[in-house]
């Protein structure tokens, strides 16, 4: 699948839509995510132009790759959630629910979480 320039996190990353930014290094944008499933939930993701956790990993530099993943765990430090725990959660194509064609991880946490999937 090509990307997307005009999905919305392409949009966000090109500040044509508004955000509440949590996180920010040369590697990645975190901001609070308007549909929260948690008391903290917040989506990371990528500067570079990646459909999935598939497409990066094929695709993405060593340096974007452990540059992406370091600011998961900074912004998940910053959210105070190391110590009692958190959550993240990547959906990918069709099966996975993936709804945005553009990487994201997702950080939840500020609760006890549920079975991870329902059956």
């Known amino acids: 699948m090509a990307y997307d320039i005009e999905n919305i996190f392409a949009k966000i990353l090109r500040e044509e839509v508004p955000c509440v930014k949590v996180y ?17 939930h917040v989506l ?17 530099s060593d340096s974007e790759i452990a540059g992406f993943f370091r600011a ?24 996975g629910m993936q709804e945005v064609p553009h990487l994201h991880v997702h950080i939840m946490g500020g609760r006890k979480m549920g079975p991870m999937v329902a059956i």
């Open 24 to 40: 920010e290094d040369d590697n990645a944008l975190a901001f609070n995510d308007i549909n929260p499933q948690a008391p903290i």
């Open 44 to 60: 990371v993701i990528p500067k570079g132009p990646y459909v999935s956790i598939d497409d990066f990993i094929a695709s993405a």
């Open 72 to 95: 998961v765990g900074n912004t998940a430090r910053q959210l105070g959630l190391s110590t009692p725990g958190y959550r993240i959660l990547v959906n990918t194509g069709d099966n």
